[in-house]
């Protein structure tokens, strides 16, 4: 009997890397399920934990052709207009900190996710869940940051709710905001139209947001000049849809940031996403106080930084167009779409070496937006 001829070393099963990639293909092909009995903090954080909870789930129970996309906004087809429709919840802590308060992100937040679906925002609504004994004079200065930020953005608050419950059951006060956008154009936006050679873009720094809502709960001794980015972004997408009308996808980097965005757009496109660290924009103060935090500011929210996906040749005519917007004076080129590995991220670091950026894991900062 002859013996087996022995495998090659360059044989798939004797490549430690595509076994990390195979194992990491093979657990995302799992159908989604909570292994918790209870619900964690991890569970808001935008990671790992969020998108197996809204998968398992809400998109269990809710399933339908407008949900499943699970963009920023839905779109709604109504008497032959496109609306877009989109709601979001406000829990941050403190309610106050340096650049905004949850009155204005609570505006800008949801302005922003219509505007990031192509959408013109319009009409919003506002709910409020008040703890018992909270101030007035809190209470007004958060609804007049509110009405100043609709008014920035060119939106009304046309309806709302407002409930009171027992002392110590809200820390002083929720937000709840829902939106409703125009759809002016047939072209659809969406992270699954993403193709290799795309290029990817930030329209600035990234995790001012994070970092500034953590300094300012005064559990870090630190003094920095941060503030929070919150900044409503409808007239710099409109710049950049006018300049660039084949844009293929536009998300705003709230929680889980930037690598949460980027690692969605890879699964959805089934492509990979490689980054070039040194080409993200971070302000040296945001980088120090990532690092003092042990955290990596890709995975640091922002509330008026968008992620921008186009085609490969359309490039700088995007930076461009964003760079003109006040918003978008920092824009930059961050990475490009490739083949290959498909659903993963990489990240060129600036050691010279490659990791994988995968969805976060935990919850290193709570209670941000």
């Known amino acids: 009997m002859s ?37 964690t903090l991890a569970h808001g954080a935008g990671g790992k934990a969020t998108q197996t909870l809204v998968e398992a789930v809400f998109l269990e129970a809710f399933r339908n052709e407008l949900l499943e996309p699970l963009e920023d906004g839905a779109e709604l087809p109504v008497d032959g207009t496109r609306l877009a429709f989109t709601t979001d919840s406000f829990v941050v802590s403190p309610l106050f900190f340096p650049g905004g ?27 409020f869940l008040i703890e018992e004994g909270f101030p007035v004079a ?11 930020a609709a008014r920035a953005a060119g939106v009304r608050v046309v309806t ?9 059951k809200a820390d002083g006060c929720y937000i709840n905001t829902s939106g409703v956008g125009v759809l002016r154009t047939d072209h659809r936006l969406g992270v699954n139209t993403v193709r290799p050679g795309d290029a990817v873009l930030v329209s600035g720094p990234i995790g001012d947001h994070g970092v500034t809502v953590m300094l300012a709960r005064g559990e870090l001794d630190i003094d920095s000049d941060v503030v929070s ?25 709230t929680r889980g940031g930037v690598a949460t965005i980027l690692n969605e ?8 996403v490689v980054v070039d660290e040194a080409d993200v924009p971070v302000r040296t103060e945001v980088r120090g ?23 490969g040749a ?34 060129n670091t600036t050691f010279g070496g490659t990791r994988i950026v995968d969805l976060l894991v935990g919850d290193p900062l709570p209670r941000i937006c």
Do not use: W
């Not at 076994?19 to 909570?34: C, F, G, S, T, Y």
């Not at 757009?265 to 990979?272: D, E, F, P």
């Not at 700088?316 to 659903?343: C, F, K, S, T, Y």
């Open 229 to 253: 980015d919150t900044a409503p972004v409808h007239q710099l997408v409109a710049d950049l849809l006018a300049a660039v009308p084949d844009v293929r996808a536009l998300r705003d980097a």
């Open 3 to 39: 013996a087996k001829p022995r495998a090659e070393p360059t044989d798939e099963r004797f490549d430690p890397e595509q076994q990390v990639l195979d194992r990491i293909e093979k657990a995302r092909r799992r159908k989604p399920k909570v292994k918790e009995e209870r619900i």
């Open 138 to 148: 809190d209470l007004t200065r958060i609804v007049e940051s509110m009405s100043n």
């Open 101 to 127: 308060n949850i009155g204005d992100l609570a505006v800008n937040g949801t302005v922003n996710d219509l505007a990031v679906s192509g959408a013109t925002p319009q009409y919003l609504s506002a709910g």
């Open 160 to 168: 709302g709710d407002t409930k009171v419950v027992e002392k110590g």
């Open 265 to 272: 757009i890879a699964r959805a496109a089934q492509v990979a």
């Open 289 to 311: 106080a990532s690092e003092l935090l042990g955290i990596d500011p890709l995975y640091v929210a922002c509330e008026g930084r968008i992620v921008v996906v186009v085609p």
């Open 314 to 347: 359309r490039t700088e005519a995007a930076l461009r167009a964003m760079r003109a917007h006040p918003l978008g004076v920092q824009a930059a080129l961050i990475g490009r779409v490739v083949d290959d590995p498909p659903g993963l991220v990489l990240l």
